[in-house]
């Protein structure tokens, strides 16, 4: 199990430390490169537009950001003394900004056997991704004097917050064309669940179960595991075979409301959201109270 907490505080003091280096770079030079003012204004005034954030896990935390202009392409934050162990990134604009090796921290280019890695680890076994907006970077403990463009009592309010309701917001502002939709869409609605077609192996698929889609979608997964032409014939004929049915079907179907109630700990006060997973886990139990 990923430690998250301790993940994304070393997110947070990674992408300060970037954000410092960038701030003397921009003094400097006038002006960033495109890529990195992005990543710049997102840690600056994240409610303007943040960056999606994925961290490889292995002996070490491997940081890296989404471009904003190019689909799967990343780019990894490292300090120099990181950059001389993974001499396969590439530095996207080199700069340095301290003489220490361990905080002059630059963007590298993600190399192909890291994209190789960002497709296959399987999230929160050895990958954690999150939006920089959740991190709060710029923000000093007991001071809001970095987010000027909120009110006093907005900063309050978003500090009792969870991950969810952030990401929630976020989400409901997004046009429906932006590709940041779609992810965020995958993170409220997706499911993984393991189960069985009726005389088809056991596998793991992804549900996505929108909210006009509920009930279609969960008749749908009890149907696909137990048809209902073959209830009636199998209750009547061969009752051992329809136990053993409805039994595996009630266990997918209660293994789904596991899930809703693991999305539950992530938001506090969505409450669209929150009777999206309340109308969900109701018909889920409808599902199951026709098969007992």
Not at 119 to 130: C, G, I, P, Q, T
Request: glycine share 2%.
């Amino acid at each position: 199990m990923l430690q998250e907490r301790e993940i994304k505080e070393h997110v947070k003091e990674v992408l300060r430390k970037y954000y410092q280096s960038l701030t003397t770079k921009k003094n400097q030079r006038g002006k960033l490169l495109i890529d990195e003012e992005m990543i710049y204004n997102a840690i600056r005034e994240p409610s303007r537009g943040d960056v999606k954030i994925v961290v490889l896990v292995d002996k070490s935390y491997h940081v890296f950001i989404e471009s904003k202009r190019h689909a799967k392409s990343y780019f990894c934050v490292m300090n120099d003394t990181e950059a001389y162990q993974y001499t396969d990134r590439r530095p996207y604009d080199y700069f340095v900004s301290s003489p220490d090796p361990n905080q002059n921290y630059n963007l590298y280019i993600a190399s192909v056997f890291d994209l190789n890695m960002l497709d296959n680890a399987k999230e929160k076994v050895n990958k954690l991704s999150f939006y920089s907006m959740i991190l709060g970077i710029l923000k000093p403990v007991g001071q809001d004097t970095q987010y000027n463009d909120k009110s006093q009592g907005e900063k309050r309010e978003n500090i009792e917050l969870a991950e969810g309701d952030l990401k929630w917001q976020h989400y409901r502002k997004l046009s429906d064309l932006d590709p940041k939709k779609k992810e965020l869409e995958e993170y409220f609605f997706g499911f993984r669940l393991k189960f069985r077609r009726y005389k088809q192996p056991e596998e793991e698929r992804k549900i996505i179960i929108l909210p006009t889609k509920i009930k279609e979608m969960v008749g749908m997964i009890a149907r696909d595991i137990y048809p209902l032409n073959l209830r009636n014939v199998l209750r009547k004929d061969f009752q051992k075979d329809h136990e053993s049915l409805v039994r595996y079907t009630i266990q997918v179907l209660s293994n789904l409301n596991d899930l809703v109630n693991e999305k539950r700990k992530n938001v506090k006060q969505s409450n669209e959201y929150i009777k999206y997973l309340d109308e969900l886990e109701k018909e889920i139990n409808y599902q199951i109270s026709l098969l007992e």
